[in-house]
């Protein structure tokens, strides 16, 4: 299945590559999502209402599970720490929501800056989860945990709309930029063992104060009018 979302993620990035948006139209409404994020079986969906200088947008995302149980399989390197893995484990569902103002640059008004703030919930129940990491936090046992995230960032990027004389055209955006987040976490291990300790019940809870780093590429359509 993620081949298959890598195939159409190059097929539309291909499709986009050289596409310029009509100068006798405004675009009013925009309706995108995070391709991307697709091979975390995370759907975001963002739509945006436009004005001549600016726009006003709001997100809505879910996040499925994919497995009930078993071995989490984590990364090592600067993400290694288990609160950093949310999207490599496939026990947590998750739901975002977010909003962004968008300010408009240059004369084509193609650039823009974006603050943006987001909240995002993760969660799983009762599942039996074994996370084997030698050189730090590991457990083995029948786990409940959530995590709340409440983040802010700030993008500068680009859109591009097809040429086309319709009302309705396929539109693209990149983006980069810097955020922080904040997050709260709380673990429940019920019979079972955490760092090679057994408990029959324990929670482990906690915040963070974490900087981020945001890339990414919309895909999407826009409606458009006369001038």
């Keep these: 299945m993620r081949r298959n979302i890598v195939l159409l993620l190059c097929f539309m990035l291909y499709s986009f590559s050289a596409l310029a948006a009509e100068e006798d139209q405004k675009e009013v409404l925009r309706l995108t999502t ?4 697709y091979l975390f079986y995370d759907f975001p969906f963002i739509v945006e209402k436009r004005f001549h200088a600016m726009a006003l947008g709001a997100t809505f995302a879910y996040r499925f599970s994919t497995e009930d149980g078993g071995q989490v399989n984590g990364i090592s390197g ?30 084509q008004k193609t650039w823009f800056l974006e603050p943006g703030v987001f909240y995002r919930y993760w969660w799983f129940d009762n599942k039996e989860v074994q996370y084997d990491n030698v050189e730090g936090y590991r457990f083995d046992g029948t786990r409940s945990e959530t995590q709340q995230v409440y983040a802010f960032r700030l993008l500068v990027g680009s859109d591009i709309a097809i040429r086309s004389s319709s009302k309705v055209k396929a539109v693209m955006e990149w983006y980069c930029g810097l955020g922080f ?27 963070v104060w974490k900087p981020s780093i945001h890339l990414g590429i919309r895909l999407g359509v826009g409606y458009f009018t006369p001038y």
């Design 34 to 37: 995070l391709p991307t994020q």
């Design 78 to 107: 600067l993400l290694g720490d288990y609160i950093n893995q949310n999207f490599w484990n496939p026990m947590y569902s998750a739901v975002t929501l977010g909003m962004h103002a968008k300010y408009f640059l240059g004369q």
């Design 181 to 207: 987040r904040y997050k709260t976490y709380l673990f429940k291990t019920y019979d079972g063992t955490v760092n090679d300790q057994y408990y029959t019940y324990k929670e482990d809870v906690g915040s």
